[in-house]
């Protein structure tokens, strides 16, 4: 019998109670997944399949016919101690095999790899640790994107914004033309044909640029079976902007409605900076938890104490920390007596006191004694790593 997986994917494009219906719908009707469940505040899709059934690419190939995307990051790293083109495809393809792994590309004339993977299937660390695995030696060159969840809402605050503020550049003046002369606040030359036609010209840049994503949204539901609230939006400002058109044009008779077209899709589009920018904070809070973690940890090898980076240290190494400094990762105490501030996990501000059998939680403060324990838990398996999941 096959065992069953379970993933979690960040879905991004998701506005309401109906998108997280239809990501759900849209995993169910998959052969293979058996249950699915979306959470719209977070943003994450869990659901447990059958791996012999289905592969992530057809998983992630629905969302986005569903019309929704998924959170990637991206990661630049430097491989030395490749010696020709064919350690290079061989690279290329022990990375592929990575679960959470979307593409991967490596060029031995710039010694460089590049890779596209999904942040809550896989990190940077474990990228490298594959890397080194496979005999090459890795060195990061781009910008740290562990927490790429976040770059993708910084990217999507950003491109709000800037359609934002390009609706809100042609949908003011033609708001106030369109009142001022619907008031009689203007002379008579704002009834002339011209005056339609400048109007036309104000409402066309909003209606299909700033609210293009709503036509492609609303197409992309109504081929699943739904509707949504792009379908809405789409069709009330159309039905106002194709109306005006009609009557512009002199085939029926009638007043314009151009500036109503560009305010619903305006209004709307401030609506969705406002969220993206609300999520925005979420990534915050998550970027101020990794920021608990220490750098580093003192690990004993061989009988040798050593400092390494925190990604390296392995289930069953020993491990020592000082008064003073953070605990690297989980683990049961094997040597010594301290009192640890536990503050940033349980809210509780005295030292809780640790002693051999003691369990240990990663990023909490040792304060008086010398510890020495051993690693239980790394990674993506530590309580800090899962309260940020």
Request: with cysteine.
């Amino acid at each position: 019998m096959t065992d069953k997986k379970q993933l979690i994917l960040p879905i991004t494009g998701m506005t309401c109670a109906n998108c997280v219906a239809s990501v759900e719908r849209n995993l169910k009707k998959l052969d293979g997944i058996d249950s699915a469940v979306v959470n719209l505040s977070s943003e994450r899709a869990t659901f447990e399949f059958d791996p012999s059934l289905l592969g992530l690419d057809t998983i992630i190939a629905r969302v986005e016919r569903a019309g929704y995307g998924i959170a990637m990051g991206e990661a630049d790293l430097l491989v030395q101690r490749m010696s020709d083109d064919n350690d290079a495809r061989r690279l290329e393809k022990k990375l592929s095999e990575l679960e959470g792994i979307l593409d991967a590309q490596v060029i031995f004339a710039a010694e460089k790899a590049r890779v596209q993977y999904i942040p809550t299937m896989t990190a940077q660390s474990e990228i490298r640790r594959a890397i080194s695995a496979a005999g090459f030696e890795s060195i990061e060159t781009g910008d740290n994107v562990e927490d790429a969840e976040s770059q993708a809402r910084e990217r999507e605050i950003k491109e709000q914004k800037r359609l934002l503020l390009t609706g809100l550049l042609f949908t003011l003046p033609l708001f106030l033309f369109s009142m001022a002369r619907d008031f009689s606040f203007l002379p008579m030359w704002s009834h002339e044909p011209w005056a339609n036609w400048l109007m036309f010209a104000l409402a066309t840049p909003v209606q299909f640029y700033v609210g293009w994503q709503y036509y492609v949204g609303g197409y992309k539901s109504l081929r699943n079976g739904s509707a949504n609230m792009d379908v809405l939006v789409a069709m009330g400002s159309s039905v106002a902007y194709f109306y005006s058109i009609v009557v512009m044009l002199g085939i029926l008779p009638g007043h314009i409605y151009f500036e109503t077209s560009a305010v619903i899709i305006t209004l709307i589009r401030i609506g969705k900076f406002l969220e993206a920018r609300a999520k925005g904070r979420t990534s915050e809070a998550i970027k101020k938890l990794m920021g608990l973690r220490p750098k580093t940890a003192r690990v004993i090898r061989n009988g040798k104490e050593s400092k390494i980076s925190f990604e390296d240290v392995k289930v069953g190494d020993m491990l020592l920390v000082k008064p003073g400094e953070k605990i690297p990762v989980d683990g049961i105490v094997m040597e010594g007596r301290s009192s640890v501030d536990e503050s940033m996990l349980t809210g509780e501000s005295l030292p809780v006191e640790k002693q051999i059998g003691d369990p240990l939680i990663g990023a909490t403060l040792n304060k008086m004694g010398l510890l020495k324990f051993e690693a239980t838990k790394v990674g993506k398996e530590t309580a800090l790593a899962q309260i940020i999941k």
